[in-house]
């Protein structure tokens, strides 16, 4: 079983920049790709961004605001939020699926984190 456990969200302005962390129990984070999704209120829950088990592919839904990187000897993902805007408020997941290959795909992830919520003020 692997947990997952979100840190870093909370209120920033826009304009500003945030860092969301995701810790992995286990000893086999590095085998595992990693996403990030969000789901704002009212909305359904959508892909942010993914990364491989080794760190070298990536994908995004927005490559030009959000960054994700991952250290496999923290069992730590992260995504760097810059110049974050009002409609990026939204409670943010992080996610693991058992393969190398990241996906934009919900259904593709094993095991899900609670949540952090980031709110972006105007």
């Known amino acids: 079983q692997v947990q997952l456990v979100e840190s870093g969200g909370g209120l920033v302005q826009a304009g500003g920049s945030l860092r969301l962390s995701c810790t992995t129990s286990?000893?086999?984070?590095?085998?595992?790709?990693m996403g990030w999704f969000r789901q704002a209120p009212g909305k359904e829950r959508e892909f942010v961004a993914a990364?491989?088990?080794?760190?070298?592919i990536t994908d995004y839904a927005d490559s030009a605001r959000f960054t994700i990187s991952r250290d496999n000897t923290k069992n730590t993902v992260y995504l760097q939020m810059n110049s974050p805007k009002p409609e990026d408020t939204a409670v943010y997941y992080c996610?693991?699926?058992?393969?190398?290959?990241?996906?934009?795909?919900?259904?593709?992830?094993?095991?899900w984190g609670q949540g952090t919520q980031v709110t972006v003020s105007s």
């Open positions: 990364i491989s088990w080794s760190g070298g």
């Open positions: 286990g000893r086999t984070f590095s085998s595992y790709a």
């Open positions: 996610a693991a699926r058992s393969v190398a290959a990241p996906s934009d795909s919900q259904s593709a992830y094993d095991y």
